[in-house]
């Protein structure tokens, strides 16, 4: 399946990311191929074939329901863009 | 002393031949003099690194000395480690310092390791050949045209010139074996779940596991025995012992059977890569092995399929990067949408923004089971292909890339070309098999490297197949002219 530049668009829109108009054509092309390499797969029926998620289908470990980490605020805001008073600051969301 | 593994430097270390202060000051002198032709480390630790090394000599002093204590070792910059810049190759976290160490970061130091600095990274290990780094590309210490591979490119470059006996790595689709083979030395990935990821930034976790990068086989069985074990704090992490790797070495190889798969042999392989695969194979018979044929029919599907897997879950795992918490952020935001897009936009590189899109893609409304549920029935299909084989041999052997080294700029225009460059690597992180990549010689001046799979947690196995070569060749003692 091919993607055009509307497809790019919505993507990139999805994923947050802000790409630059003149990119789009570039992307379109590269986003094209490397789902083309991928169609690449539907050689082979699958429709009997469980899905794998994980390689060694492990489950996935249960622990006691304990409080195992201690609050860190401070370090980890020390390295935050912008705070204030222990909050995290963005633009203003609501009018 | 560069030119000792790390047996020989422990054995001098403790015979007092030198101090790991003066071990440690030696490699440092070398990073300075020689690392501005391959750009190899994004950032330097000295001072640390002194430090660490004078306790590594009280301890040595004080007979409470491990096998590694008062080795210099360099982490590839994906692994967190407290205070000290953790980029991950990109302009997303240039400003990153990590605020906790990563499990295999702790663990090493613990052992004594001295850390000399951070290895040089395709951006958040996407890429095969280094040129995806906010730092620049790296270059291949045997001919500085040409790229070191990649993700791991640093850590493999900078083991190659002998900058540093050992550095950590991760492998993803093959980043810790295809920059081994492009650079000559020893590289191994482990089962997955058998090294903690915890601490070490995510690409696509399903996937993802470290290990280390070493001159020879018996280096890596050092590295791994202290890197390898159950943590609490990564939940897909195997709770089982970790064997004696060291004391496995050499265990008798005749009568090993290795399974050759048709697949690797075909169409693709560069014909020179083939000769010295084939002679390699040549003295593994003669050192008692079997070599058997074997199919691993799907193959082809490996990299299609990993090309779905890998971004999706990678887009969700870079969802986090959103300009508020830690990292790039944009300037004047002019509102959170604008923030989050332009902080994400601005930050990552371009590879890393087309992975995502794919991954984006392939998990969007009315897409998925045409790709993501796809792509995981493909990765059953692999895994039975392997647990087909491992019935009728002990270890899988093939070359661990297509082709060697190429130049700088010679694929990076074409992602598609550069993603088949793991056509061989990427089968193992999808069954979540361990894999070697051990060096057999060179082709047109440039090394090559052998590729060993065995079964799940078999990594004892790899070591000993690959140590019984090394003592009967010297290709992983070879060092590059200019270094």
């Known amino acids: 399946m091919s993607i055009g530049p509307d497809e790019v668009k919505r993507i990139a829109h999805l994923a947050r990311l802000a790409i630059r108009a003149e990119a789009i054509p570039g992307y379109a092309r590269e986003l094209s191929s490397i789902i083309e390499l991928v169609e690449r797969m539907n050689a082979v029926d699958t ?9 060694l289908e ?3 470990r249960l622990r006691d329901d304990v409080v195992t980490e201690r609050n860190q605020r401070e370090r980890f805001q020390a390295i935050a863009p ?3 008073a222990g909050l995290y600051l963005v633009p203003k969301v609501i009018e | 002393m560069h030119s000792k593994t790390i047996a020989e430097l422990a054995a001098a270390l403790a015979a007092r031949e030198f101090s790991s202060e003066e071990l440690t000051r030696h490699y440092l002198a070398r990073i300075t003099s020689l690392d501005g032709r391959l750009n190899s480390f994004i950032t330097v630790t000295a001072e640390r690194a002194l430090a660490q090394a004078r306790a590594a000599d009280r301890r040595l002093a004080a007979g409470e000395a491990g096998p590694l204590t008062g080795i ?10 407290e205070g000290v810049k953790t980029s991950c190759g990109s302009k997303m976290l240039d400003n990153f310092i990590a605020p906790y160490d990563a499990t295999v970061v702790e663990r090493l130091d613990r052992a004594g390791m001295v850390m000399l600095g951070k290895t040089n990274m395709d951006e958040f290990a996407m890429g095969s050949s280094n040129e995806n780094s906010y730092y620049g590309p790296v270059r291949n210490p045997w001919d500085t045209r040409a790229v070191p591979g990649g993700s791991s490119g640093g850590s493999a470059a900078a083991v190659a010139a002998r900058l540093t006996p050992a550095a950590t790595g991760t492998d993803t689709g093959g980043s810790i074996r295809q920059p081994a083979a492009l650079c000559g030395i020893t590289g191994l990935k482990p089962t997955y779940g058998r090294v903690s990821r915890w601490g070490m930034i995510a690409f696509a976790s399903s996937l993802d596991q470290g290990g280390p990068l070493a001159a020879s086989a018996e280096d890596c069985a050092l590295l791994l025995a202290a890197m390898a074990g159950f943590d609490e704090r990564d ?14 070495l050499n265990d008798d190889i005749r009568g090993l059977r290795i399974g050759l798969p048709k697949e690797y042999f075909g169409a693709g392989l560069d014909a020179g890569v083939a000769r010295v695969i084939e002679a390699a194979l040549e003295e593994y018979k003669r050192l008692g092995a079997e070599l058997v044929e074997v199919s691993l029919p799907n193959s082809a599907l490996a990299i299609p399929a990993y090309y779905v897997v890998a971004p999706a879950e990678a887009s969700s795992n870079l969802a986090r990067y959103d300009g508020v918490r830690y990292g790039y952020r944009c300037a004047e935001p002019k509102d959170l949408l604008d923030l989050y897009t332009r902080s994400r936009g601005e930050g990552f590189g371009p590879e890393v923004q087309r992975r995502i899109m794919v991954g984006t893609y392939a998990l969007s409304a009315g897409y998925y089971d045409a790709y993501y549920l796809k792509a ?22 093939g070359p661990t890339a297509p082709t060697v080294a190429f130049d700088l700029g010679e694929k990076s225009t074409d992602p598609v070309a550069m993603y088949l460059n793991d056509i061989y690597t990427v089968s193992a992180n999808l069954a979540g098999l361990p894999g070697m990549s051990i060096p057999v010689g060179f082709s047109a001046g440039r090394p090559v490297g052998l590729q060993i799979i065995g079964d799940y947690f078999a990594e004892g196995r790899l070591l000993n197949v690959a140590h019984r070569y090394q003592q009967v060749s010297d290709w992983h003692r070879r060092m590059p002219a200019g270094f």
């Open chain 1, 47 to 55: 429709s009997a074939v469980e899905p794998l998620a994980h390689p």
């Open chain 1, 58 to 60: 492990m489950a996935q």
């Open chain 1, 82 to 84: 912008l705070t204030e």
């Open chain 2, 72 to 81: 210099p070792l360099a982490h590839k910059d994906i692994f967190c480690t």
């Open chain 2, 235 to 248: 939940s897909t992490s195997a709770d089982r012992p970790v064997p004696d790797y060291r004391a496995s």
């Open chain 2, 376 to 397: 995981q029935k493909i990765r059953r299909l692999i895994r039975d292909d392997f647990r087909r084989a491992f019935a009728e041999v002990d270890v899988i052997m």
